[in-house]
């Protein structure tokens, strides 16, 4: 049984709704159609431009589709692709657009996308080491950051080890491929994508003054309105690994009176 297939058990089991189902969709099937359909979630969440949008999924070998199991809707899509990484047997799995509709936030569905795209990559190489980076904007780095044992804010001063100049060299490459800026004292990426004010509104203050977002914060202050993202990085590790199965256990099956 796929990955895939048993994440939809796993959904269809959840006592959250509405329920979901997730579509796994190659690069060869991403049509300007199907590219459009994803745009108009992105585009209500985070303000950005079709071309932009495309050139990026582009870049990507597989989007995780999260579509309502009753009407077909999409509630929520992430990008992923794989990437080389220069230390020995070591491969980086790069986390693209991660858009969530309100509706099914704090469902943990990007974290099982995340594990979905790490198995299946472990199949295919099972004595690879896997990394892990990511240029996200402050709710992907807080909703994934929280789930982990531990991880690595991109700094591109940080240089001199093995491991540093290899993730170095793979936020580089990333940015260059998506056609991101990349500050080199700050480290931020420029991606060109505005929060919107509905969806800043849909946040109390006290989500602004989680650790994990006063720490995206202390990095890129004006996070609200220069368009730029943080970078972050972090390794599978065995403790890794288990904060994200804890975590995700606990959002998909929580009662919904919890939620």
Not at 140 to 155: C, K, M, N, P, R
Not at 177 to 184: H, K, L
Request: glycine share 6%; net charge positive.
């Amino acid at each position: 049984m796929s990955g895939a297939a048993v994440v939809n058990l796993l959904l269809r089991l959840s006592p959250l709704r509405p329920g979901v189902r997730l579509e796994v969709v190659r690069r060869r099937d991403f049509t300007d159609d199907r590219l459009r359909e994803l745009h108009a979630l992105s585009n209500a969440l985070m303000a950005e431009d079709f071309d932009h949008f495309r050139v990026h999924a582009h870049t990507n070998d597989v989007v995780h589709v999260f579509r309502r199991a009753d009407t077909g809707a999409i509630v929520g899509f992430q990008f992923w692709k794989t990437a080389p990484l220069a230390l020995p047997r070591s491969l980086a799995i790069v986390g693209g657009k991660l858009r969530i509709a309100p509706e099914v936030r704090a469902r943990g569905l990007h974290l099982v996308s995340g594990l979905v795209f790490l198995l299946d990559t472990k199949r295919r190489a099972p004595r690879t080491r896997l990394y892990r980076i990511s240029i996200a904007s402050l709710f992907g780095f807080v909703s994934i950051t929280e789930a982990l044992a531990g991880y690595q804010i991109f700094d591109p001063g940080r240089r001199g080890g093995e491991e540093d100049e290899a993730v170095r060299a793979a936020f580089l490459t990333l940015a260059r491929e998506s056609d991101f800026r990349v500050d080199e004292e700050t480290g931020l990426f420029f991606v060109n994508i505005f929060m919107t004010e509905d969806t800043l509104r849909r946040y109390p203050p006290s989500y602004f003054d989680r650790p994990a977002a006063r720490r995206y914060a202390a990095v890129n202050p004006d996070f609200r309105t220069n368009g730029c993202y943080v970078g972050f990085w972090f390794r599978f590790t065995r403790d890794n690994l288990l904060a994200l199965t804890r975590a995700i256990t606990t959002k998909l099956f929580r009662p919904a009176a919890a939620r």
